[in-house]
């Protein structure tokens, strides 16, 4: 079955770091880019980084530069993503979405396919 | 970055009502836009890409259509499991990818 299947919930307090996974079944995982979303409370989605997970290149929004760090283990088709220096506004439901592109030379696509979501709580 | 409005905000309808949702661009996305149906504790679900191309699956109740900075998502006989939020996203520039802040469609 074709799934990302993501981590279970956590609470962390300020100033730490978290480190989320999502790991793909039922498709050559080194084929797609996987993209991580999140949503915090009442808020809608936001982009906030990705891996080619074929070569491992990555590319993160503006917002999270310094603290956000995504890696893969190819063996067991899993990405991770680390977030440090939590705070508050951090909390939210973090989702890994895997992106079909346009075409091979085209980097643009859409995301057709979602995991469930890891909620982190930031709280002291 | 593509800054995406939605309109309305929240779509209040009945079973077997026709809905019409609204995405702006601030700029033009040409075609590369994408409409997803998310619903509390379940991943989101890509509904449309390409602006007007339906995902695997997808009932053909939801269409989509619009070009450059209009576009428009029509669900026709709207049933149960329709009630949910909706979203868009443009993905013609990027990175930021950028997705509106959603219209909840209740009963």
């Known amino acids: 079955q074709v799934q990302l299947m993501q981590s279970g919930a956590e609470v962390q307090k300020p100033g730490a770091s978290v480190k989320l996974s999502c790991r793909a079944s039922?498709?050559?995982?080194?084929?797609?880019?996987l993209h991580w979303v999140r949503q915090a409370p009442g808020q809608s989605l936001e982009w906030m980084g990705w891996?080619?997970?074929?070569?491992?290149?990555?590319e993160h929004a503006e917002k999270f530069q310094g603290r956000v760090a995504i890696y893969r283990d190819t063996s067991a088709a899993i990405v991770y993503m680390e977030l440090s220096s939590l705070r508050s506004e951090d909390t939210a439901m973090y989702f890994c979405?895997?992106?079909?592109?346009?075409?091979?030379?085209?980097?643009?696509?859409?995301?057709?396919?979602w995991g469930r979501g890891t909620l982190i709580t930031v709280s002291s | 970055e593509i800054v995406m409005t939605q309109s309305p905000a929240t779509l209040s309808v009945s079973p077997g009502d026709r809905a019409t949702l609204s995405c702006r661009a601030r700029?033009?996305?040409?075609?590369?836009l994408a409409w997803y149906q998310h619903k509390p504790g379940q991943a989101p679900r890509l509904l449309i890409y390409?602006?007007?191309t339906r995902a695997t699956g997808v009932p053909v109740r939801f269409s989509g259509s619009g070009s450059g900075t209009e576009f428009t998502l029509t669900i026709s006989g709207l049933q149960s499991e329709d009630f949910a939020i909706y979203y868009c996203?443009?993905?013609?520039?990027?990175?930021?990818?950028?997705f509106g802040p959603g219209t909840r469609v209740e009963i």
């Open positions: 700029q033009s996305v040409s075609s590369n």
């Open positions: 390409g602006a007007s």
């Open positions: 979405a895997r992106l079909v592109k346009k075409d091979y030379f085209d980097s643009r696509g859409h995301f057709d396919l």
């Open positions: 996203q443009q993905y013609d520039n990027w990175p930021p990818f950028t």
């Open positions: 891996i080619n997970s074929g070569n491992g290149n990555t």
């Open positions: 039922g498709y050559t995982f080194a084929h797609y880019a």
